[in-house]
């Protein structure tokens, strides 16, 4: 079966493999010389990917979801792969968007104009009727309708033929899908069985059954259906839901499930009552898949219980679990018990086995466990658990444990033979579980006896735990049994001897002497028998005494007492035990103790026998303390039932006054609990314990919770005084048992205290139910100690105006009316005035009422409080009825009366004034002091006043600064709840309240709408409030939060709340500046000035980031300072700098900063960080200047690493400076002065220590850690095109030796001169130069420098040189005269030097002269006067000047040089590329054009002809390519040129095919080499040989020579009969071409022998000529082979024929092979000859014997068939068989008597001794008879070797030859000798 699971797994490892793949073809797909190989690997890629594809299709017909993804997964990659594909139609693109305008082109017809009045679907319907399908498509393609494509217009066919089924016309659907091409019966089959359309569907059915098309077991799936449909209806009606097309498109297989999902909805919901009498169907496709097993379980649900005892068991098991039937699974279960006596007729289920539970259950795994527990209760395991111990001992935890009486698994048995118990052991071992395999060993009595695994040696050996557990268990069961307890101690010294067999000689020897000693006291004899030295049998035991003597040397009483001095000789020592061993021991009295033990005999016969233990009588009544433990003792430990117990035995059971005991013992519980109130289970055992005296516990409990509520919160907030206040607290509870009312009372307000800090940490509102609940605990708290309510949750109703909780309350407790009414105060007067009211009628009496409405003061400002206003609202009412303005009159009474609703009233009237309303409402609803500062503004009467906008701006300002926004929201929201202003306030109660940052940010979009609404209104809108009154007091609050904001972090919520809305604050300040800023600071400590919120711009926002720059620059927080100089625009320079100082300041604090590599370490770090960073040249500069002043300031030891470090410093700070735009060259030559002083310095320092190093060298240590000198090359401006200008190579300035200054001392001088002179050998002329003005030095190699190069440009004539020069210059020409017959003598003899093959100087050119005697004079600097010399004599060869020639570059010096076509050309050009030291990279660049251009040339001369001598060329241009010592580059200059030669110059093209190979070869780079091949192939394929080039074909194959890379041209020159030219003479020089050709012919054309020989014969390749006259011959055996022998000896004929040809070749073979030597071969062919005579022989002699062809088995049987020996040495020679001659000689002499059979041998063969020895055995093998007897008798005469002869003939009995052999006289002597020996 093909399991998805698995195929998706194995796709899913395949996934690494694929994408490596994909990713290799990728790579290589872009490489042109691996493009090759990226299609081969694609090829098989591909192969590979549609092979698992058909795989997977051909297992199945239909994909579920798993192989869906394999499919998916697998066709991603094809579709990948396929792009790179050599043929692969790329994507064209805007090809869809193309239109092509048709209506020019196609003509109109009749019908598409009778077209134009019809749908779309009704044009189809008719075209498809009328087969007009093209006329359509076209029809629809000229009007742009989708229906074009032939696809779109099928589908709308396929919905019409729907259609035409819907209405029961069979035969217009079948006329449709006839016209469109489609087989109707399949496709009426299809609708049938995706349709769930019962009309459709029965019509079909019925069509389909008169036409016979459905199958048995489509039948069968019908009448199923069909069933149950039935079983699921109700009522039978018709379905007037008609299905879409769309749904079921094309009627296949769907990969939308959504159809069917819905259909099956009404399935799972069909036991509802509204759909009950709903007609259930379903698609004939769906019961298709459904085996007998689904079917059954589908039909299960309408089932009755009686009929499941017929039923599938794993089909209704399936059932009952899918449903999780619990009742019905355990009714079951108990059925199928083991134990159930239930008969057949009485079941009322099939059998039930664990087979089925394990392999059909389908509920949850919750139930599988349950079901799986409740079989294991019964016994029961499934097989996948009893296969798996791991889950049976998980299951058995769940029913109580491996551990049960009886066991739980009793049959159970694995697959290796073992039982429950040997697994559970070796579980224990795996997982080293020693105690509790002991417990289980215990439990179940396990031993050796009934456990054989407990015995297992292989067990005790692996586990040596083990062998002591089964070893001590032993000692348990068998107490007195001494080899028990020997055994035991072995087994534990194994253990601590893991390496050695234990025993008593390796505890001695490991150093355990007492451990030894005390085994062998268990050792059955005793120490007796060790010392005797018995027992020597058993190891184990076995001791030596002498090792035990040495073991004791460090206990000398011991070994004293074991083994005593004066013991007469024979007298054993007497018994020595362990008790006579314990006499000096002080607390240990052997005749007092160990009385039990029978041998100590030192022990007095009337002490107890027993062993002591804490339970004798006799030492209990001696010594024992006895105390008896009352009921507290077990309370105290929680065991309440004890504690009752014990009162009852011990107090009640004896008392008189039982009810008073009682209580008192309720009491003492009581004080106890209180006194422990933290443990928990002390208290509950004591309320237990109270109720079991039958006493009520809540006065108990109430005080405990009361006690732990106050402790917790104590113990939370002081945390390090638990003691105390636990001590404090334990101290005011006992005085509760007591009954004191003041510690109630002071416990009543820790209470208090402690709820509130309750309440406030769970986070709920304090006058809340939930918070009420919890109250009533501080209420049962009074009232159960009878203390005073306490009034502190009705005072915080009152503080929160909660006047519902605050009735509730009084109410429910009764409160006295006087305590409640001294609480209403703290309401607001509205809710105070009404609770008054509430209150009137349970108040004592009338004259305390309304006392607060009598106050003198009023927090309005009135000038009068009139005593004839009345206060009755009906009163107020009618008097406003009378007033000719009743608004404002409404709203005077509700400012004096302080009532907000009479303003609420007042804007009812028509007229009314809303803003007077709304401030009326407002300064009305608050407090008084809050209404007086409110109209503290009013001038005159408040009562009276007229309130505007600006009264109410006042009142808006002054709210909201005083943060109460509530009031203000509320009265917008009664008086003006349109207004924008609102969203505003919600939006401000969201932030400062709620922290709802989300919810407010929707609030301030609903506000920029509703103003934005306001702005754009067609008419002005009613309101009274303008849009810029609304913007301004928007801003203000906007503004307003910011300011009011108490964290940080709130304020940034609050900015990006901000930042978030478009123009919010166009005029405020930038809140996304601010907010960013804010999001920089959020993790910091440092907080934004508020002082910016209010006085906001550009100005103060960038101080304000430079301050918070200094803050956190000073907290070293600089990744942050980063970004605020990033967003204040501020310069990081100091940042930068900050942080690295501080980073320097930390190595120095930890004591680094001494490390050199530190140092250097850090200044590299610093550079990148401030290159990173991108901070100003100057900053860096200055900074590095300002260190190296401090190195120089500072004296350490190490002065040379300080001298280095500044050179560092010194070169970093001149490296930014010389970067800056404007460079200063006075500070640049000021800085590389400083350099120089400090390289003096350095150089001094290290002549006076003997060291002298390069300036620049390389300093790197074995793990690659750069010095200070190598980071200072690297950042080295010396070679500054500023400061290397032209003046310092002017004879100006330059000192002379009668003008320098001494500014140096003498070392220094030394020191400056060894550096100049090194830098004139690197060839920094100008560096010397400046160094030399810099110091006013005079050197006279830079002198004689200077002068070569003014000679050589002509600026300095050789008659107006410095007198030191000319005196130089005449000096040398003396000499010049002097030695003129000798040779000049060079400094060195390196080819640099020999410039004179150039063009020898002309005798009267004195410059050259001049110049060469100055280079000979010259020290240092003489590779800078070469190349002087060489440009000059170039110039003169050139005709040009010096300054030209020298202005120009190397490279176009060079390209002249090569391409001057003189014979030494080479030797030039290498000359000039060693003295100017050209890059390997321009010089292969040159070399590749210059030879590509020759190529070009020569190419014109000869024309498309092959090259004459091509080697003799080719050797020329490999000279060029050699003068760059990288070839490999030389070759790839080479490749890359081969694009620009000119089409149609193929000669060109080959030849640098050829050279870039060669040069390739020469350094073996076989990335080359392979670029090479594969550029040859596509040179071959696309060029040569369509343009029949053979000649360059045959020219490219020898100039490579990699034949067997190329054998495509073999193949090319073969197909084209070109082949010959591959045999002239001189082709192949080398003899590489013949071995190739021969080997082609061999594997690619292995029957082509004319060709072979051929090639053979031309190139004289003997020993190839033997290997093909020997594969003909063999080939002519094969033939022989090929048919039986019987019927090839039937054409005799025709078998000589064949031997005699066959004999020919080997013959001529042979013969072949001599001639060149091969010695081995020409000799088998020499034998197969011999053998295909004899062959002849044979056959000439009418003899049958088949010699030829024969295999090695027989080969032995064939040649003791052959009747003489010499036939059978020519068989065995020609097999190279070595037969076993002994057998062939017992055959041939001993059995048939032919002795010249032995004569012959003899003559050819020496007879060995061995061969007659074995001839014996087997003539005695063989039961001999007379014959053969008397035949080894004569044989034996022919044995050489006397002995053997002797003894073999004594071995057989020849007596009389034994006899004769002793009696003569040649032999006898020599016989009896050796017999005597």
């Avoid at 020019?104 to 779309?120: A, K, N, V, Y």
């Avoid at 020679?1773 to 048939?1792: G, S, T």
Wanted: glycine share 2%.
């Amino acid at each position: 079966m093909f399991d998805s699971h698995t195929c998706v797994r194995g796709v899913e490892e395949l996934k690494p493999a694929l994408d490596l793949l994909c990713s290799a073809i990728r790579e290589n797909d872009l490489e042109a010389q691996s493009k090759h190989f990226s299609e081969q690997l694609l090829n098989l890629t591909l192969a590979f990917l549609n092979k698992q594809i058909r795989e997977i299709f051909s297992h199945t017909e239909e994909l579920d979801e798993y192989l869906q993804k394999c499919v998916d997964i697998l066709t991603t990659y094809i579709i990948e792969l396929r792009t790179f594909m050599i043929k692969f139609p790329r994507k064209q693109r805007n090809l869809i968007n193309i239109r092509c305008d048709f209506d020019e082109d196609i003509p109109r017809t009749e019908q598409s104009q009778m077209w134009e009045t019809l749908t779309p679907e009704q044009v189809i319907f008719e075209a498809i009727l009328n087969n007009r399908i093209p006329e359509a498509q076209t029809f629809f393609r000229v009007n742009q309708n989708p229906a074009q494509s032939l696809q779109e217009l099928i589908q709308i066919g396929f919905e019409l033929v729907y259609d035409s089924l819907l209405k029961g016309n069979v035969k217009e659907a079948s006329e449709l899908l006839r016209n469109m091409g489609f087989d109707v019966k399949e496709q009426l089959h299809k609708i049938c069985f995706y349709t769930i359309d019962k009309n459709i569907r029965n019509l079909l059915v019925k069509v389909l059954q008169e036409e016979n098309y459905f199958s048995e077991k489509e039948k069968t799936v019908i009448d199923f259906v069909h069933q149950v449909e039935n079983f699921y209806s109700g009522s039978f009606q018709d379905n007037k839901v008609i299905q879409p097309l769309s749904s079921f498109r094309n009627w296949k297989k769907e990969q939308d499930l959504s159809s069917h999902t819905a259909v099956l909805d009404t399935f799972l919901t069909c036991d509802k009552p509204q759909i009950h009498n709903r007609e259930h169907r379903i698609m004939l496709n769906w019961g298709q898949w459904w085996d007998q097993h689904i079917q059954e379980m589908i039909l299960l649900p309408k089932r009755s219980h009686e009929e499941f005892k017929s039923c599938n068991p794993e089909v209704l098991w399936m059932y009952l679990t899918s449903q999780h039937d619990w009742l019905n699974i355990c009714s079951w279960i108990e059925e199928s018990q083991p134990h159930s006596h239930t008969s057949f007729q009485q079941a009322n289920w099939p059998s039930l086995t664990p087979d089925i539970i394990d392999q059909n259950t389908l509920c949850s795994s919750y139930m599988r466990n349950e079901i799986l527990d409740k079989l294991a209760r019964n016994g029961i395991f499934v097989p996948s658990e009893q296969e798996d111990f791991e889950l049976l001992l998980l299951r058995l935890i769940h029913i109580g444990g491996v551990m049960q009486n009886p066991h739980p698994v009793p049959k159970y048995n694995t697959a290796s033979g073992l039982d429950f118990h040997a697994h559970f052991i070796l579980y224990c071992l795996e997982r080293s579980l020693q105690h509790l395999l002991y417990t289980y060993l215990d439990y179940y009595s396990l031993t050796p006896s009934n456990c054989p695994i407990l015995d297992k040696k292989e067990l005790h050996e692996a586990h040596p735990w083990f062998e002591f557990l089964v070893q001590c268990r032993g000692v348990a069961s068998n107490p007195r049994d001494p080899k028990m307890i020997f055994q035991a101690s072995l087994a534990n010294a194994q253990i601590l001897i893991p390496s050695n067999q234990a025993s008593v000689s390796s505890m001695l020897l490991e150093g355990h002497t007492l451990l030894a000693l005390a085994t062998t006291m268990c050792a059955p004899g005793g120490i007796d028998q060790v010392l005797q030295n018995e027992d020597t049998e058993k190891p184990l035991k076995k001791v030596d005494p002498q090792l035990l003597k040495m073991a004791l040397t460090p206990y000398p009483k011991l070994k004293a007492a074991l083994f005593p001095q004066n013991t007469s000789y024979g007298i054993l020592p007497p018994d020595i035990s362990l008790y006579h061993l314990m006499q000096s021991l002080a607390p240990f009295d052997p005749t007092k103790l160990f009385g039990w033990q029978s041998s100590n005999t030192l022990a007095i016969a009337d002490i107890s026998s027993d062993l002591p233990h804490f339970s004798s009588p006799d030492l209990v009544n001696k010594y024992a303390i006895m105390e008896r433990l009352d009921f507290s003792y077990y309370l105290h430990h929680g065991r309440p039932s004890f504690a009752f117990g014990t009162f009852l035995v011990q107090q009640l059971a004896k008392s008189k006054s039982p009810k008073q005991l009682i209580q008192q013992a309720g009491n003492e519980a009581y004080a106890l609990a209180l006194s422990f109130f933290y443990i928990p289970s002390i208290g509950a055992a004591c309320i237990c314990f109270l109720e079991l005296l039958g006493l009520d516990s809540l006065k108990l409990r109430v005080d405990i919770k009361v006690a732990n509520i106050i402790w917790n919160v104590k113990s939370r907030n002081e945390e390090s005084q638990h003691n105390l206040i636990r001590e404090s607290m334990v101290e005011k509870l006992t005085k509760l048992v007591d009954g004191e009312k003041t510690a109630a009372a002071e416990v009543l307000i820790s209470l208090e205290e402690a709820f509130w800090d309750k309440i406030e940490h769970q986070e709920i509102k304090k006058t809340s139910s939930d918070s009420r609940r919890q109250w009533s605990l501080v209420m049962q708290f009074c009232k159960l100690h009878d203390i005073k309510l306490s009034t502190s949750y009705l005072k915080e109703c009152a503080r929160s105006n909660d006047w519902l909780q605050f009735i509730i309350q009084t109410q429910m407790y009764s409160y006295q009316i006087d305590e409640v009414i001294s609480i209403l105060q703290d309401f607001t007067p509205i809710l105070q005035d009404h609770l008054m009211l509430a209150f009137e009628n349970l108040q004592p009496s009338r004259s305390d009422t309304g006392s607060h409405h009598n106050n003198t003061t009023s927090p309005l400002r009135t000038e009068h409080r009139q005593s004839e206003h009345t206060s009755d609202l009906f009163q107020i009412l009618l008097c406003c009825q009378e007033s000719p303005n009743p608004g404002c009159y409404l709203l005077a009474e509700g400012v004096r009366h302080h009532a907000p609703f009479l303003s609420v009233l007042a804007a009812c009237f028509q007229d009314a004034n809303i803003i007077h309303c709304l401030c009326v409402w407002i300064i009305t609803s608050v407090d008084n002091v809050t209404a007086a500062e409110a109209t503290n503004h009013i001038q005159g009467s408040v009562e009276n006043h007229e309130w505007d906008l600006h009264d109410l701006s006042t009142i808006w300002k002054m709210f909201l600064r005083r943060q109460k926004s509530k009031t203000l929201m509320n009265g917008f929201q009664l008086f003006l709840k349109d207004s924008p202003l609102l969203h505003m306030l919600e939006m401000y109660e969201l932030c400062m309240d709620y922290k709802k940052y989300n919810e407010a940010k929707t609030k301030l979009h609903n506000f920029q709408t509703s103003l934005a609404n306001l702005k754009i209104a067609d008419k002005p809108t009613p309101s009274i409030i303008s849009v810029p009154w609304l913007e301004s007091h928007a801003f203000f609050l906007l503004e307003l939060m910011m300011q009011q904001c108490r964290t940080q972090y709130e304020l940034g919520k609050l900015l990006q709340l901000f930042a978030d809305i478009d123009k919010l604050l166009p005029d405020g300040p930038d809140v996304k500046k601010l907010c960013a800023l804010s999001q920089i600071l959020k993790d910091s400590s440092i907080s934004i000035n508020r002082s910016i919120l209010t006085s906001y711009d550009a100005e103060h926002f960038q101080n304000e980031c430079r301050s918070v720059l200094e803050q956190l620059q000073e907290r070293g927080l600089f990744s942050l300072a980063r970004k605020v100089a990033e967003l204040g625009e501020l310069p990081v320079d100091g940042v930068v700098i900050q942080e690295v100082l501080q980073d320097l300041h930390l190595l120095k604090h930890i004591g680094q900063w001494h490390q050199k590599q530190t140092r250097i370490d850090f200044w590299k770090k610093c550079h990148d960080s401030f290159m990173k960073n991108s901070i100003s040249n100057k900053a860096a500069s200055d900074f590095f200047l300002a260190q190296a002043n401090v190195v120089s300031e500072s004296s350490a030891d190490e002065k040379v690493n300080n001298i280095m470090e500044k050179h560092l410093l010194l070169t970093l700070a001149g490296h930014w400076l010389a970067q800056s735009d404007s460079v200063a060259l006075d500070k640049l030559e000021e800085i590389e002065k400083q350099i120089w002083l400090c390289c003096i310095a350095q150089q001094t320092l290290n002549n006076n220590d003997g060291l002298v190093k390069s300036r620049f060298s390389h300093q790197v240590s074995v793990s690659g850690e750069l010095s200070f000198d190598n980071l200072a090359k690297e950042f080295s401006f010396s070679k500054l095109t500023a400061l290397n200008t032209s003046k310092y190579l002017q004879l100006d300035g330059l000192a002379f030796q009668d003008m320098s200054e001494n500014i140096l001392d003498k070392a220094e001088v030394e020191s400056l001169s060894f550096l100049i002179g090194r830098l004139l050998d690197e060839g920094s002329i100008h560096e010397a130069s400046r160094v030399c003005r810099y110091f006013h030095f005079y050197s006279r190699d830079v002198s004689l420098v200077l002068h070569c190069r003014a000679l050589a440009s002509g600026e300095a004539d050789l008659n107006n040189l410095h007198p030191d020069v000319r005196a130089i210059l005449l000096v040398g020409d003396t000499a010049d005269e002097r030695d003129t017959p000798q040779p000049r003598r060079l400094q060195s003899t390196s080819s640099v030097e020999n410039w004179s093959h150039v063009q020898a100087p002309a005798p009267d050119d004195l410059v050259i002269t001049s110049l060469r005697t100055l280079i000979d004079e010259c020290v240092h600097g003489r590779n800078y006067c070469r190349q002087v010399l060489c440009l000059y004599e170039l110039s003169k060869e050139l005709n040009c000047s010096y300054g030209e020639i020298s202005a120009h570059d190397s490279e176009k010096v060079l390209r002249a040089i090569l391409s001057s076509q003189q014979p030494d050309r080479c030797k030039k050009a290498q000359v000039f590329i060693t003295t100017q030291g050209l890059r390997s990279e321009t010089v292969a660049e040159l070399v590749a054009e210059e030879i590509m251009q020759e190529l070009l040339v020569s190419s014109e001369r000869k024309g498309q002809k092959q090259i004459v001598n091509p080697a003799n060329e080719t050797q020329a241009f490999l000279e060029l390519a050699k003068l760059c010592k990288d070839h490999t580059l030389v070759g790839m200059k080479l490749l890359d040129k081969i694009s620009s030669v000119p089409r149609g110059e193929l000669s060109c093209t080959t030849e640098l095919l050829i050279l870039a190979h060669n040069c390739f070869s020469l350094t073996c780079h076989m990335e080359g080499i392979i670029r090479v091949l594969q550029t040859a192939r596509l040179l071959t394929e696309e060029h040569l040989a369509p343009s029949e080039e053979y000649g360059l074909v045959v020219r490219l194959l020898t100039g490579i020579g990699r034949y067997n890379e190329m054998t495509y041209i073999f193949d090319l020159l073969h197909e084209k009969h070109y082949f010959e030219v591959l045999m002239r003479k001189k082709l192949d020089p080398s003899g590489t071409l013949k071995t190739a050709l021969l080997d082609y012919i061999k594997r690619c054309r292995p029957g082509d022998s004319e060709k072979h020989n051929m090639i053979a014969l031309c190139f004289s390749m003997c020993r190839e000529i033997g290997e093909n006259h020997e594969a003909a011959a063999c080939i002519q055996l094969k033939l022989i082979e090929s048919q039986p022998w019987e019927e090839s000896l039937r054409d005799v004929p025709n078998l000589k024929k064949l031997l005699m040809k066959a004999l020919t070749l080997f013959i001529d073979a042979a013969e072949s092979y001599s001639k060149d030597s091969c010695v081995r071969q020409s000799l088998r062919c020499n034998r197969l000859t011999k053998l295909i005579t004899l062959q002849l022989h044979f056959l000439n002699t009418n003899q049958s014997t088949m010699l030829i062809n024969q295999n090695r088995q027989n080969l032995m049987d064939c040649i003791m068939s052959l009747p003489r020996f010499y036939q059978a040495a020519i068989v065995a020679e020609a097999y190279d068989f070595v037969p076993d001659w002994a057998e062939v000689l017992y055959q041939q002499v001993i059995l048939k008597g032919d002795f010249n059979y032995l004569e012959e041998f003899k003559q050819q063969r020496f007879l060995k001794s061995t061969v007659f020895e074995e001839i014996a055995k087997k003539v005695k093998q063989h039961q001999p008879t007379e014959t053969a007897q008397k035949n080894l008798k004569t044989l034996l005469t022919y044995c050489e070797d006397i002995y053997m002869y002797y003894k073999l003939a004594y071995d057989n009995k020849f007596y009389d030859v034994v006899n004769m052999l002793l009696k003569d006289a040649q032999t006898g002597c020599c016989l009896k000798d050796m017999l005597a020996n």
